[in-house]
């Protein structure tokens, strides 16, 4: 059976451990190390926690990790690869006779400078630090999941990502909070819960082109959408349930290969559909685009079969701008301009 989910009281010789072993990796790594952090929960004073340390080692550059790699096998460590974390990679000891048995249990990570991973978990340690109510929420969605979790990991980590994208929503000044969901701009680690819906035929039954194939196809999807995020500062958004954590599908702007018009789009999970969603993630959507981004004009299109997409639209005001045919689909198209 896996090992029971436990979260305790905050311990203060969680920061005392720490110490311990930033000495012990800083004598090993030397100036290959940049910084070396204390992140994740038992870095928050006062805040409920598995009693795990969580280690992030910067380096300079991804170039820097094989010697990294070498030092840290000298320490008694296995280097893991990236595992699902892009930019983030995970060490273990050897075996348990690796590394000193006075040293306490810890997860060690090594990230570049600057890369995202690192950037979160400095960003949501930093906001708990800051907010206590955060860490009271936290601490008690914790306890929560580890009591309905007991020996899923995986679940009671899903469970707490609603939270954890709120507040670096907050943090960071990335990304949007609605009643019932968070966006942020997709990253490649999304992939694996995004291609379920891209590949679900029912949900792309109305989309330009087919559903996914595989989960390469849907990678190459969102890499797409991430290099649209960087060179216009707008593109679709992955969507998560504040409050369960789950995948809802995403939300945002993209260009029209024929026209050059920014298009607002939206696309749910069968699961969650008939909830007003849609209109819910739209509308923030819509909203961010001709008040913050201050854009002139935004259209919306669909297939005149596809009445809730047509709904969606009417419900935020857009009005009927023309029928059409775009991205090899015969259309309503529908728009919303910015008041001036």
């Known amino acids: 059976m896996p090992k029971s989910i436990v979260v305790v009281d905050h311990d203060p010789a969680w920061a005392r451990q720490f110490a311990q072993l930033r000495a012990a990796l800083e004598a090993t790594l030397g100036a290959l190390a940049l910084a070396i952090e204390h992140v994740g929960s038992t870095s928050v004073p006062g805040l409920a926690a598995k009693p795990i340390l969580d280690i992030d080692v910067v380096i300079e550059a991804p170039a820097r990790l094989p010697e990294v790699i070498t030092r840290l096998a000298a320490l008694g460590y296995a280097h893991e690869g990236e595992r699902g974390v892009t930019g983030r990679h995970a060490f273990r000891p050897v075996s348990k006779d690796s590394i000193p048995a006075s040293w306490p249990r810890h997860h060690l990570y090594v990230c570049p400078a600057g890369g995202l991973e690192l950037r979160r978990h400095l960003a949501f340690r930093d906001w708990l630090r800051a907010h206590?109510?955060?860490?009271?929420?936290?601490?008690?969605?914790?306890?929560?999941?580890?009591?309905?979790?007991?020996?899923?990991?995986?679940?009671?980590?899903?469970?707490?990502?609603?939270?954890?994208?709120?507040?670096?929503?907050?943090?960071?000044?990335?990304?949007?909070?609605?009643?019932?969901?968070?966006?942020?701009?997709?990253?490649?680690?999304?992939?694996?819960?995004?291609?379920?819906?891209?590949?679900?035929?029912?949900?792309m039954r109305y989309a330009a082109g087919p559903p996914d194939a595989d989960l390469a196809t849907t990678a190459a999807r969102l890499d797409r959408y991430i290099a649209l995020q960087r060179a216009r500062g707008f593109s679709k958004w992955v969507a998560w349930d504040r409050e369960s954590g789950e995948y809802l599908g995403d939300a945002g702007l993209t260009v029209l290969a024929e026209t050059g018009e920014l298009e607002l789009g939206y696309r749910l999970a069968r699961r969650h559909w008939g909830r007003g969603l849609a209109t819910e993630l739209a509308r923030a959507w819509l909203t961010r685009a001709l008040d913050e981004l201050q854009l002139g004009r935004v259209i919306a299109f669909a297939d005149p079969a596809n009445a809730a997409s047509v709904r969606v639209m009417e419900k935020l005001g857009m009005r009927l701008d023309r029928r059409d045919r775009l991205a090899g689909i015969d259309c309503v198209v529908y728009e919303a301009r910015r008041e001036s």
Do not use: N, Q
């Open 132 to 203: 206590p109510e955060g860490r009271r929420r936290y601490a008690a969605r914790k306890r929560e999941l580890a009591a309905r979790h007991t020996h899923d990991i995986v679940a009671y980590s899903d469970g707490k990502r609603g939270v954890i994208e709120a507040a670096l929503v907050e943090a960071t000044g990335v990304g949007l909070c609605t009643a019932r969901a968070v966006l942020r701009p997709f990253s490649p680690d999304d992939a694996p819960y995004a291609h379920p819906v891209f590949a679900d035929p029912e949900v």
